[in-house]
């Protein structure tokens, strides 16, 4: 493989292992006013935004062990929007903190230990309408944390809190 790739994978795997780390230090101190502000016009509050990382990631994490463990599964889609209004999204961070902290730490053990061939398994994504690989949904979820973060540190920064 070349170095570029496994430097890039590394990175990304290093996203995945800090985001517990990230996302607490990003909601760090904020009053109940401050993470019921919506980061955006018409977005998600800052709640919101945790509650999402743990839903979406908990998605994210049974993806990647079903591609693991079955030949090309066809994965489930689910309708997140909704999902940020259930009664669940409006709780204290602290369950959402603490699903992704044990979440990333196995979510982070199975990407280390695996092989390159690992990351070219695939499953396929309905709503897409894609098969995806495993170094594919990597760089995705890694994304996908860094973009949630900077939502609420850019929110900080922006109201300067």
Known sequence: ???ETTATRDAN??????????VRAAV?????????????????????????????H???YVRLKL?????????KP??????AL????????????????????????IYRAMRDDDFARTFDHP?????LTLERHLHIYAWHSRHHVAHITSLRLRKQW
């Open 58 to 60: 908990l998605n994210g």
């Open 86 to 109: 259930l009664a669940d999204s409006q709780m204290p961070l602290e369950p959402s903190l603490a699903i992704l902290d044990g979440l990333h730490q196995r979510w982070t053990a």
């Open 13 to 22: 795997i290093n996203v995945i292992a800090g985001l517990p780390r990230e």
């Open 127 to 131: 709503e897409r309408r894609e098969r």
């Open 1 to 3: 493989m070349p170095p």
């Open 67 to 75: 591609a693991l463990t079955e030949s090309v599964p066809t994965i």
């Open 28 to 56: 760090e101190g904020l009053t109940r006013e401050q993470l019921d502000t919506p980061y955006r016009p018409e977005g998600w509050t800052v709640r919101q935004v945790v509650h999402h990382l743990a839903d979406s």
């Open 78 to 83: 689910y309708d997140e929007a909704p999902w």
